[in-house]
C-alpha cells in the first residue's frame, strides 16, 4: 500500500543529544500525526498537526507541519533512554479520513 | 478512561482456517480503522467505519478479508481461508467524529500467526 517516505530508517544516538527526524511525500496532507511505538504495543498518539506552518511542542518533543502540506518533521531534545522505540508519522489524505502511515524511524538511544 | 481494545492479544492458526479479530473502541468515538502491520514495517490501513456510513473498505487486499460494525460499537475482522502471508500484527483505531478530531488512538494489536 501507499506509504510516505520516512527519514532516518534508524539511528543510534547518545543520551542527551538531540533527535531529527522527518517524513515527505509528493502528495499534500490535511493533518499530520506522529506516533511512538514501542515492541509488542500500539501506536502512542505524540503530536497533531493541523495547519500548514504549524509548530507544536509536547514536552521535549517538537513538530512541524510543512508550508507545503507535504513534509513534517519531529524533533526530540535532551534524548533519554525511554525514547528507544520505533516513531512514525501520518498523513491524512484530503478529502477522505484516511491516513498514510511512515516506514518509520527506530531509535536507539545509547546511556 | 478506558482506552481501544483488542482480542485476542495472540492467535495462531493453520494454513487454511479462518480467524475472527475484535476491537472495542473508545465510549464515543464513531469513527473506527483497521490496519495491518507486518514485522518491521509500517501501518497498512485495510477499513474505515464512521458511524451508518458505508465503510471504506479500500485497503482490503482480497475478498478472504471482512470487517463489520454494529453501530459505534465493537468492530470484528474476518479472514477467511487464512494464508501464510497474512501473519502480521492487526491494530485498530478509534477517534472522534470527523470535523471535531481527526487524532486516531490505538489498541495494543492482535498478533495473528498463520502455521
Known amino acids: 500500500g501507499q506509504q510516505l517516505n520516512q527519514s532516518p530508517q534508524s539511528m543510534f544516538i547518545q543520551e542527551g543529544e538531540d533527535v531529527s527526524m522527518n517524513c515527505t511525500s509528493s502528495s499534500i496532507f490535511n493533518t499530520w500525526l506522529w506516533y511512538k511505538q514501542d515492541p509488542g504495543e500500539g501506536p502512542v498518539l505524540l503530536i497533531a498537526?493541523?495547519?500548514?506552518?504549524e509548530l507544536t511542542s509536547n514536552g521535549r518533543l517538537t513538530a512541524q507541519f510543512g508550508i507545503t502540506r507535504k513534509d513534517s518533521f519531529l524533533n526530540i531534545s535532551a534524548s533519554i533512554p525511554s525514547d528507544v522505540g520505533i516513531y512514525f508519522c501520518?498523513?491524512?489524505?484530503?478529502?477522505?479520513?484516511?491516513?498514510?502511515f511512515g516506514t518509520g524511524t527506530r531509535l536507539k538511544v545509547l546511556a | 478512561g478506558a482506552g481501544v481494545s483488542q482480542s485476542p492479544s495472540n492467535k495462531v492458526t493453520e494454513k487454511g482456517k479462518d480467524v475472527e479479530l475484535r476491537c472495542d473502541p473508545i465510549s464515543g468515538h464513531t469513527a473506527l480503522y483497521w490496519y495491518r502491520q507486518r514485522l518491521g514495517q509500517g501501518l497498512e490501513f485495510l477499513i474505515y467505519?464512521?458511524?451508518?456510513?458505508?465503510?471504506?473498505k479500500s485497503g482490503l487486499p482480497s475478498d478472504r478479508f471482512s470487517a463489520e460494525r454494529t453501530g459505534e460499537s465493537v468492530s470484528t475482522l474476518t479472514i477467511q481461508r487464512t494464508q501464510q502471508e497474512d501473519s502480521a500484527v492487526y491494530l485498530c483505531?478509534?477517534?472522534?467524529?470527523?470535523?471535531?478530531?481527526?487524532?486516531?488512538?490505538f489498541g495494543p494489536g492482535t498478533r495473528l500467526t498463520v502455521t
Open positions: 483505531a478509534s477517534s472522534l467524529a470527523p470535523g471535531s478530531s481527526y487524532e486516531q488512538y
Open positions: 501520518a498523513g491524512q489524505l484530503p478529502g477522505t479520513y484516511k491516513y498514510i
Open positions: 498537526l493541523y495547519k500548514a506552518g
Open positions: 467505519f464512521q458511524g451508518n456510513s458505508a465503510p471504506d
